[in-house]
């Protein structure tokens, strides 16, 4: 349990026993000026009104009893019109670093999601190409939520949804098979909406030279193939792209698979069963307006052809059939007015609003020099995973795209992301982490005592104090799936323990208990950067 949560609970039970209230959240927080104490809270100022007393009466009140019902704390101040500001004793700060050393790796796991089970389904991108910038953000954003909620206790699966149905794919395969026979000198035009990069032109010319010109003047079963040759070719390379990334998937589902299997057709004699939908004009309509869209949305064309809603129905249904109680997904900015639709859609199945969640991945702009990149200077088309990985490095890429929010459009600074210097963020915290290291490799070995009597100068509370905080932040970004603010935390981190490497004498041969003490801080803060780093699939290394 953290300071934060032992003061929330032992607040929590004065006041139940003082004035039978019973809260289900206390405001903690940490004062930036550490003059106010260690911590703080409002919770007098948000009861006056309920208990009909002035703030400072009742904070006053509480501030004895507190006192003396507690033996981690050394004092209890009422500030200003009501703050209770708390000075934790310093050796109850301090026994942070045995709960950190004795949890290694784990620490900072917890268990706030109680195993609720959350499918997370994120890039989804057609396999008709390379990934490129935008996919690479919503990668890394969908892969670290998943390492948080994993943290913290979820039961999470991570899902590649493979848009490999309708016209798309039938323009691959043509598109394809055209660069197949160029190069045997054939004149055959790439369609007018297929596939013109590069990496389409390099499988044709591939399967021209396994095959020869065996399809030439053979039509029967061509496009199927194909298809099926550049579509095995384009999966391959984004699975293998996103492994480099670090981005790992637990469950990759076909759209083509959800026809084939009949689960498409069952979603649509459900919702007749249902009478959720009706026939107009030759279409089938579905009646999202009884849930709130705007219109009704067609399932079925008057020509027959489904439209793309109906199968990412049966996609979501197909979700919650294995059990899945919330579904999480990262749509492209684009998407933005279809989320109303598709909670709409699953609402009139019965499921309640909030059960599919989504977050909206803006776009990223890369920045050179002042100048937005906008084309791959080897390709001349948009810039890709696979080249930003190259030039970029992946510790950098996934930092960066985690360190701004992602319903905001972001500057990606390339110029920023190469520097080997305290000006680019990722550097300055993996270097703590070095610096931690090395300063380990020469001190004395660790020796844990039960009292930490040493560890109180204003730098070295500073850095008690966020370790204490770890588990706390964890389930926090998970609970809000906001990775950002790991980065935030990691910056704090790094820049505490920089100025405390700075200005103390860690290893002093005239102080061995306190030396002693000072080893086992800093090897607490290298095991917390080690574990903030990797959930954010991030190398922290011990040399740089």
């Not at 104490?37 to 948000?46: F, H, L, N």
Request: hydrophobic letters at 40%; glycine letters at 6%; proline letters at 2%.
């Amino acid at each position: 349990m953290t300071n934060e949560e032992k003061l929330s609970n032992l607040i929590s039970d004065v006041l139940q026993e003082q004035y039978s209230l019973k809260l289900d959240t206390i405001p903690i927080e940490v004062p930036r000026n550490t003059d106010f104490g260690d911590y703080a809270s409002t919770i007098c100022m948000q009861l006056a009104k309920q208990l009909r007393r002035a703030p400072r009466q009742i904070a006053e009140e509480l501030a004895k009893v507190l006192k003396e019902k507690s033996d981690v704390l050394e004092s209890v101040e009422v500030a200003g019109p009501g703050y209770l500001n708390f000075r934790i004793k310093k050796t109850s700060l301090a026994a942070i670093v045995n709960k950190v050393l004795a949890q290694g790796k784990k620490y900072g796991e917890n268990y706030s999601g109680k195993r609720q089970s959350i499918l997370v389904e994120y890039v989804s991108a057609n396999p008709t190409g390379d990934l490129h910038l935008g996919h690479a953000r919503g990668a890394v954003w969908g892969d670290v939520i998943c390492r948080l909620l994993k943290a913290s206790g979820y039961d999470v699966l991570r899902e590649y949804y493979i848009n490999d149905a309708g016209a798309q794919m039938t323009n691959l395969g043509l598109s394809v098979y055209a660069r197949y026979a160029q190069y045997f000198g054939r004149d055959v035009a790439i369609p007018e909406d297929g596939y013109n990069a590069e990496d389409v032109k390099q499988i044709g010319e591939e399967l021209a030279k396994t095959l020869g010109d065996v399809w030439l003047d053979k039509e029967e079963g061509r496009t199927e193939f194909f298809k099926q040759e550049g579509y095995k070719r384009e999966l391959k390379k984004i699975e293998e792209v996103l492994r480099d990334f670090r981005c790992e998937f637990d469950s990759w589902i076909s759209e083509q698979w959800l026809y084939d299997s009949g689960k498409v057709d069952e979603a649509i004699a459900k919702m007749k069963e249902l009478g959720i939908v009706y026939e107009q004009d030759g279409a089938i309509w579905l009646k999202t307006t009884k849930w709130g869209d705007d219109k009704d949305r067609v399932l079925r064309k008057a020509n027959g052809l489904l439209t793309y809603m109906t199968p990412d129905i049966a996609n979501h249904l197909y979700k919650f059939d294995r059990g899945y109680t919330k579904l999480v997904n990262l749509w492209g900015a684009d998407h933005h007015g279809y989320i109303n639709r598709m909670k709409a859609a699953l609402m009139a199945f019965g499921y309640q609003r909030d059960d599919l969640e989504v977050d909206i991945i803006q776009m990223v702009h890369l920045v050179e020099n002042g100048q937005e990149v906008k084309m791959s200077k080897r390709t001349g088309n948009a810039v890709t995973i696979r080249e930003l990985i190259d030039d970029v490095g992946v510790d950098a890429s996934r930092y960066f795209f985690i360190s701004r929010a992602v319903e905001a459009q972001m500057d990606f600074d390339i110029g920023l992301a190469k520097k080997a210097s305290n000006e680019n963020p990722i550097y300055y915290i993996q270097y703590a982490h070095a610096r931690a290291a090395g300063l380990l490799e020469k001190a004395p070995e660790f020796k844990k005592v039960d009292n930490y009597t040493h560890l109180t100068s204003e730098k070295e509370v500073v850095l008690l104090k966020l370790l204490d905080l770890f588990p706390d932040l964890v389930a926090e970004a998970a609970k809000l799936r906001q990775p950002n603010k790991m980065t935030n935390f990691l910056m704090q981190l790094a820049t505490a323990f920089h100025s405390f490497y700075g200005e103390t004498k860690i290893v002093d041969e005239a102080d061995p208990e306190g030396t002693n003490e000072r080893v086992g801080l800093v090897l607490a803060v290298k095991t917390v950067l080690h574990n903030a780093l990797d959930l954010i699939g991030v190398s922290a290394p011990d040399k740089m």
